[in-house]
């Protein structure tokens, strides 16, 4: 069989996708993935063959475009959101975000398609804002699955998305398409997925958070509790921005050990001076790597790291911020694995509740609870059993 992976330029969105990409070849399967030229390079270090298209998108273009001529937006509240968030920020958000996604799917479609006629692929699997991919798959008469990224937040969109979409599907000769695909791979733990009418593959997740070494350090039991502190990949623009200072003063008092994983773009936010002396900062250490002797994790409630560390049994402390982030963690606290805190919040309220969640077992306990069910879903070697069935029927 040959697969097609298409996916947006950002790392917290490809990580998802790598190990059905391993399992894919790792069962005989000829695997490509499309992309766009800057990204090939995080392809080709994940072990797949990167597909580039012919240019990089300008995505500050295309969301000032978006921003001219903002397309109509219900006022009435999708499902999954209340009315209070929706007429809060929560339209205005999704009003850039998903048009966002649908001009860049504009944007690479000749590509794509392109790319589609030339390899002829059996299948082909997007993560879940390459809108363009179904569309795609629709010219070409493909089968395209979707492959979201834990908690389905594009689910909500799925009614409002479509009209936005209509001239690039007249463009390509197909009437509607559902942005869902014709299945759904779901790599979140069945606690934390939010009701859902999709053809569902479930598949476990399994943490992949790029490339990297293993530093002496970790290959030491720490002396004492270790806090692993991190701001994902791409979140220092979103929301009131970069709080990493903020948690590791608050964590600056406490018996533990803090460890800060950034990326480079963040690192020089946090100038080795300002560190208390309980803590350590590690440049672009993928998280797979720290989170197996962590005790406790502070994030900005992105889902990736929320996955990672609930892989390994860690509780964690979120600060959400943005609309899914918002939709991300609250499964996570539902389930008595986490606690989330007002990005506004003061460093005692931080402090107290860091405490708390290093400190009072239950935590611990439920965040274990799910990581036997994420350990129970099927690897992703059976994920691909699955999809080879049903490219044959």
């Not at 490509?32 to 990204?39: D, K, L, T």
């Not at 994790?297 to 609309?323: C, K």
């Not at 989330?340 to 509740?353: H, N, Q, S």
């Amino acid at each position: 069989m040959r697969v097609l992976f298409v996916t947006t330029n950002w790392g917290s969105h490809y990580y998802h996708l790598v190990p059905l990409v391993w399992a894919m070849r790792a069962t005989g399967h000829e695997v490509y993935v499309s992309c766009e030229p800057s990204f090939a390079e995080t392809i080709v270090r994940s072990g797949a063959t990167a597909v580039p298209t012919s240019r990089d998108v300008d995505q500050d273009e295309l969301m000032k475009r978006v921003l001219a001529d903002p397309p109509d937006w219900p006022d009435i509240a999708p499902e999954g959101v209340s009315q209070e968030e929706w007429d809060g920020s929560w339209r205005a958000v999704s009003q850039r975000a998903f048009p966002m996604f649908a001009a860049l799917a504009g944007e690479l479609a000749d590509d794509v398609l392109r790319q589609t006629r030339a390899l002829r692929p059996d299948l082909i699997v997007y993560e879940p804002t390459s809108f363009v991919a179904p569309l795609v798959g629709a010219a070409m008469g493909i089968p395209a699955v979707r492959h979201v990224l834990g908690v389905d937040v594009i689910y909500m969109a799925r009614n409002i998305v479509p009209p936005v979409l209509r001239p690039l599907a007249d463009r390509l000769g197909v009437g509607d398409v559902d942005i869902l695909g014709l299945a759904t791979i779901d790599n979140c733990p069945p606690a934390m997925q939010l009701p859902s009418q999709v053809n569902r593959i479930r598949t476990r997740f399994v943490p992949y958070n790029g490339s990297g070494a293993m530093p002496d350090w970790l290959l030491e039991p720490s002396p004492r509790r270790r806090v692993g502190v991190s701001w994902g990949l791409c979140a220092s623009d979103r929301g009131r921005g970069f709080l990493v200072p903020e948690l590791v003063k608050a964590l600056s008092e406490f018996d533990v050990e803090v460890v800060v994983t950034l990326s480079a773009a963040d690192r020089k936010n946090l100038p080795e001076g300002e560190l208390p002396g309980n803590a350590r900062v590690v440049e672009s250490l993928p998280l797979h790597l720290l989170m197996p002797s962590c005790d406790a994790m502070l994030h900005q409630s992105g889902i990736s790291t929320m996955l990672t560390a609930l892989s390994y049994g860690v509780p964690q402390l979120v600060l959400p911020q943005m609309p899914d982030e918002l939709m991300e963690s609250r499964p996570l606290i539902a389930a008595g694995a986490g606690i989330a805190v007002a990005p506004e919040a003061g460093l005692d309220t931080i402090a107290e509740r860091a405490a708390e969640l290093v400190t009072v077992p239950s935590y611990r306990e439920a965040a274990g609870r799910l990581r036997e069910e994420i350990r129970r879903q099927p690897s992703p070697t059976e994920t691909v059993k699955e999809l080879e069935a049903f490219v044959r029927d």
